[in-house]
């Protein structure tokens, strides 16, 4: 139990709370890659893809999805007793940006899904989180059928820092969704350290 006691007499133990968000653009798997690590049964906020939606939906290249997460995936991975980590799907279309601010509150990193036959779709999550200082990584969803480019020609196409880690990964798999997750981690390890003040004697 994660807000039970810790042993026989002891005080409660209060889990240390971390949080990352999943990223990228409108059906790049951004539901299936909290589903596939949560432990829990994720929290969906999905809704069926309309009529109504077509004209602002841009639905080329995923032409068979259905609905759309319409504020937030959530799911959660306790590592011990008091370690626990969050995940937040973030909505991809542009109308439901807004709920960004709110979701990115305190969070130690996030994943920036990409799928390399619409790259540009990720373009707006990754200057986001640039313009933030919130350290990324990137996790190029490898798509049945998709070209896998290599982790160098994704970096350029993208214009990214030479220190943002690009991962390749299947959303659908639990320990390649690991993969990434631990690589944000490092990441941002790594970004706090070098964005540490130095101390002056």
Not at 41 to 46: A, D, G, H, I, V
Not at 157 to 163: K, V, Y
Request: hydrophobic residues 40%; charged residues 25%.
């Amino acid at each position: 139990m994660i807000f039970g006691r810790s042993e026989r007499g002891k005080s409660p133990v209060e889990p240390v709370t971390l949080k990352i968000l999943v990223a990228g653009g409108f059906g790049v798997g951004k539901t299936t890659c909290v589903g596939a690590v949560s432990e829990i049964k994720p929290l969906r906020t999905e809704e069926v893809l309309t009529e109504a939606g077509r004209p602002i939906d841009d639905t080329r290249g995923v032409e068979g999805k259905h609905t759309t997460t319409v504020a937030m995936d959530f799911g959660r991975i306790t590592f011990r007793e008091d370690l626990v980590l969050y995940l937040f799907g973030t909505p991809g279309q542009d109308r439901f940006w807004f709920l960004w601010d709110e979701l990115a509150t305190g969070a130690l990193g996030a994943i920036v899904l990409a799928d390399t036959r619409r790259l540009e779709d990720c373009f707006a999550a990754v200057d986001y989180f640039e313009r933030r200082s919130i350290p990324f990584v990137i996790g190029v969803n490898c798509f049945d059928g998709a070209v896998r480019y290599p982790a160098e020609a994704v970096r350029q196409a993208l214009d990214l820092d030479p220190g943002v880690p690009v991962v390749q990964c299947d959303a659908r798999e639990r320990e390649s969704v690991k993969d990434v997750l631990v690589a944000v981690v490092r990441h941002a390890m790594t970004h706090a350290a070098d964005h540490r003040p130095s101390v002056t004697t």
